[in-house]
């Protein structure tokens, strides 16, 4: 069973903080925070648009992260009519999730970075700052240059 209490988890930074807090107004989420067990994942209700993040969740992934993927999701399900009718798999649902979390973090990490070169060049600090070893390849697909074709 899960406790809800008023502490919340420290942001990297008031930045990111209050770049995910304009996202979650501007949708009318709400983010709560819980101290569950180890092995409770971070959930979403579709229906309330709550996001809930359990504090004592053991990932590897950054709290930043996390959020973001929730935000995802919700977001995701919202826009999605199809979602609750098993049309994709869970795995690919998680894949979304993944890919758009990546994307809201490029959004706020390369806000004033317009060069793709640059962004992919400082890639490994992207995924350093979240805490994104595992989805290199993710992150690296999203910032992949544009490719000269007419050489
Ligand atoms: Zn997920």
Not at 17 to 38: C, P, W
Not at 69 to 91: C, G, M, W
Not at 122 to 139: A, D, E, K, M, Y
């Amino acid at each position: 069973m899960l406790k809800k209490t008023e502490q919340r988890p420290s942001f990297k930074s008031d930045a990111i903080q209050e770049y995910f807090e304009r996202i979650i107004y501007q949708n009318k989420l709400t983010i709560l925070h819980l101290h569950g067990s180890a092995y409770d994942p971070d959930v979403v209700n579709l229906n309330k648009r709550v996001i809930i993040i359990n504090c004592n969740y053991e990932t590897h992934f950054s709290y930043d992260f996390r959020v973001a993927h929730e935000i995802a999701h919700l977001l995701h399900q919202l826009s999605s009519s199809n979602y609750h009718r098993n049309y994709f798999a869970k795995v690919t649902i998680e894949k979304r999730a993944h890919i758009d979390a990546i994307q809201l973090l490029l959004d706020f990490y390369f806000a004033d970075l317009t060069s793709q070169k640059w962004r992919w060049d400082n890639r490994f600090n992207f995924i350093n700052t979240f805490g994104l070893g595992p989805l290199t390849h993710l992150v690296e697909r999203l910032l992949t240059p544009i490719k000269k074709v007419c050489e």
